[in-house]
C-alpha cells in the first residue's frame, strides 16, 4: 500500500474536493460555527484542522481495486503494463479481504469528482 500523500494527485486521499483554499476554510469555519453555536472560530482551530487533515494524509496507506464482473483490460494497462511490469488479479469479497488483513482497515467505494 501506498502513503496517499506519496501519490502524484494531490487529492489522492483527501477527506474533501474543495480545491481553493478559502472556500475550503470558509467551509470549515462555517462547520465549526454551528458546532460551538455561532462562537467566533479562531485562526488556530482552522490551522490545526489542516495540520489534522496532512496527518490523515500521511497515516492513511491505500491501495486501489476494481471492482466488476469481467476483467478490464484497461485497468492492466494502466496498472500493469511496461517493461518490468507485473499484475495479480484477485477474485474476492469485501469480506474476505478484511479477515485477509488481518487488522483495522477501512473499504468503501470512492468517488470521482471532476
Same mark, same amino acid.
Given at each position: 500500500m501506498t502513503?496517499?500523500?506519496? +501519490?502524484e494527485d494531490q487529492f489522492e486521499g483527501a477527506v474533501c474536493? !474543495? #480545491?481553493?483554499s478559502d472556500k475550503y476554510d470558509e467551509a470549515l469555519i462555517e /462547520? /465549526?460555527?454551528e458546532? &460551538?453555536?455561532g462562537k467566533p472560530v $479562531?485562526? #488556530? &482551530?482552522?490551522?490545526n484542522e489542516?495540520?489534522?487533515?496532512?496527518? !490523515?494524509?500521511?497515516? $492513511? +496507506?491505500? $491501495?486501489?481495486w476494481f471492482e466488476g464482473s469481467y476483467e478490464s483490460i484497461a485497468m492492466w494497462r494502466l496498472y500493469a503494463s511496461g517493461k518490468d511490469a507485473k499484475g495479480v488479479?484477485?477474485?474476492?469479497t469485501i469480506g474476505r479481504l478484511k479477515k485477509a488483513i488481518g487488522r /483495522?482497515? #477501512? !473499504?468503501?467505494?470512492?468517488? /470521482?469528482?471532476d
Open positions: 502513503r496517499a500523500d506519496k +501519490f474536493a !474543495i #480545491e481553493d /462547520y /465549526y460555527s458546532c &460551538l453555536e $479562531s485562526e #488556530e &482551530l482552522i490551522k489542516h495540520y489534522a487533515i496532512q496527518m !490523515i494524509r500521511k497515516n $492513511s +496507506f491505500l $491501495s486501489c488479479a484477485i477474485k474476492t /483495522y482497515v #477501512e !473499504i468503501g467505494r470512492v468517488d /470521482y469528482i
